[in-house]
Nanobody, 120 residues
Framework: EVQFVESGGGLAQAGGSLRLSCSAS????????IGWWRQAPGKEREGVSC????????YYEDSVKGRFTISSDKAENTVYLQMNSLKPEDTAVYYC?????????????WGRGTQVTVSS
């Protein structure tokens, strides 16, 4: 059974940093786009960042460009999201995802999510 386990969420002050990690078991990143989505209170889920499949490019949602950095360790089946200069509007549940596609638009697998709360 494929399982994604996120960690690294928590409480941060505005301007601070957090690093999210996602480890995947029974899964290989090859041929999958991997990334992060988030859902803020009262809002729909949105894509935050994506490492496109087969050596594709990296996508960032406009509001996180220059502040968040996605990376992966394929040997360890782990994907990271370094979040710097956090803002209160980054408060959300963050989900690790994988899509059996070139892009992350339609995820195939979801993690359970990790809460990120940014105080002003």
């Amino acid at each position: 059974e494929v399982q994604f386990v996120e960690s690294g969420g928590g409480l941060a002050q505005a301007g601070g940093s957090l690093r999210l990690s996602c480890s995947a078991s029974e899964f290989s990143f090859h041929d999958y786009a991997i990334g992060w989505w988030r859902q803020a209170p009262g809002k729909e889920r949105e894509g935050v960042s994506c490492i496109r499949a087969r050596g594709g490019t990296i996508y960032y949602e406009d509001s996180v460009k220059g502040r968040f950095t996605i990376s992966s360790d394929k040997a360890e089946n782990t994907v990271y999201l370094q979040m710097n200069s956090l803002k209160p509007e980054d408060t959300a549940v963050y989900y690790c995802i994988a899509a059996y596609d070139y892009d992350c638009i339609d995820p195939t697998y979801w993690g359970r999510g990790t809460q990120v709360t940014v105080s002003s």
